[in-house]
C-alpha cells in the first residue's frame, strides 16, 4: 500500500456512502457527486484507507435534520419528486424547463432531481456521525467529502444546497463542546452556517470567499458583517468575513489564512473545530476565480491540524472534479499525516485514471496563473489582518 501506515497517537476516520456519489442534479448542472468516486479512486489506490477507520455512513433521519430544519421543509424535501413538484406546485412552472424558486428556493440552482432525499440525508448522516466520534473520542480527526454544504437555511435550498450537513454536525458538537471555531476556504460565502449561529458566542465562523456583491454569488460576507450590532447579543464580533477579489495566490491565501486563524484560536480557544475545504477555490475551477493549487489548499489543512483540536474536515464545492479528487485526495493525506509519503505521480492502477490525463496523472497540475492575475494587493491583505485583530481584541472568553 505504497508505506502508507495508520498515524501515531491519533486515530482519523472517513465517512463515506457511495450511493451518494451516483445521484445527478442534471446534465448541465455544475455540481457533480461523481467527483466523490474520482476522490474514492485515489484516496483508495494510494492506500490511505489503510490509515483510517472507514464508516460506511447511513442516511439521518426525518428527526435530525429537523434539529436545524423547519419540519414543512423536511416533509417538503422528502416527498418532492421531479414527477409530483409541478402537480403539488403548479406555480414553479415558469416554462418548457426549469422552475422559478419561490417554493423552498427550489430552481435551476436547487433543481428537484430523482433520489433528492436520500441524497440529502446520506451527505448529512456522515457528517452527523462525524461530529459524533469526535465527541466520543474515537476519532481525533472525522472527514466527510460529501458534505460542506453549507448555503441551505432553515426553510431554503440555496447554492446547489439543500440540508446543512454543517449545522446540523455544529449541533452535534455543541452537546459535549462549549466552543467550536467554523473555518470555510469554499470560494464561496458560507451564509448559511453563519447564519445559524449568528447570534451565539459558542460557534465562531470564519469565512474566507471571493466578495463582489453585485456580482458574486451569494452577494454577503463583507469585512464589516461581523456579528449582530446590539452590545447585548451574545454574537457581537463572533462572524468573522474575509472578503477577497479575484486570483489570489497560493503565498497570499496561505499568509492570510495563518493570520486571521491563529488569532481566532488564540482568543476563542475553541475546544473543536470544523473545517469547510469547499474546492472550488483551486485555479481552474469551473465557478471559481481563486489561483490555488492544491499545496496551496492543502497547507490550510495542514495549519488547522496543527493545533491539535478534535477537527471535522467536510467538502463543499469544487466544480472540476479532476481537481477537486485531486484536493481531497491530497487533504486525506495530510489527516493521516503521510502527505510526505505519496508519489505525486498517480499510482497506475487508479479507477479512472483517464480522468487526469490532461495534466499528466500528476497529484500537483500547476493551477496558477493563466486565467486570473492576483487582484489581491498587499494593502487589501494587510487591512483584512488588522480589522480582524481589532475585532477579536473586542471579544473576551
Ligand atoms: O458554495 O449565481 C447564482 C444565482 C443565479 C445565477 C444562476 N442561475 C441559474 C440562478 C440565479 C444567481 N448561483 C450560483 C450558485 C453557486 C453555488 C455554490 C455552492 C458552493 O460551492 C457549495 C456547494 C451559481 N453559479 C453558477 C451557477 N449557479 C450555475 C451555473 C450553470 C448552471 C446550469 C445548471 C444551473 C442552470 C444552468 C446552473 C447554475
Ligand atoms: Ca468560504
Ligand atoms: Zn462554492
Known sequence: NNGITRPKGYTVSWHYNPEVEGHHFGQTHPMKPWRLTLTKSLVLSYGMHTAM????SRAATKDEIAEFHKDDYVDFLSIATPQNIYEMYPELATGPQGYSSAIYGVGDDCP???????YCSLYAGASVDAARKLCNKQSDIAINWSGGLHHAKKAEASGFCYVNDIVLAILQLLRHHPRVLYID????????????????DRVMCVSFHKYDREVFFPGTGPLESTGPLHPDNPGKNFTINVPLNDGIDDESYAYLFQNVVDPCIKIFQPTAVVLQCGADSLGHDRLGCFNLNIRGHGQCVSYVKGFGLPLLVVGGG????????????????????ADSTLNPELPDHTPYRDAFRREGFTL??????????NMNTKADIERIIKHVRDQLSTIRT
Open 318 to 337: 469544487g466544480y472540476t472534479p479532476r481537481n477537486v479528487a485531486r484536493a481531497w485526495a491530497h487533504e486525506t493525506s495530510i489527516c493521516i499525516g
Open 364 to 373: 500537483f497540475p500547476n493551477l496558477s496563473g493563466w486565467r486570473k492575475e
Open 112 to 118: 428537484i432531481f430523482d433520489g433528492l432525499f436520500r
Open 185 to 200: 476556504i469554499d470560494v464561496h460565502h458560507g451564509d448559511g452556517v453563519e447564519q445559524a449561529f449568528w447570534s451565539t
Open 53 to 56: 477507520d472507514s464508516y460506511l
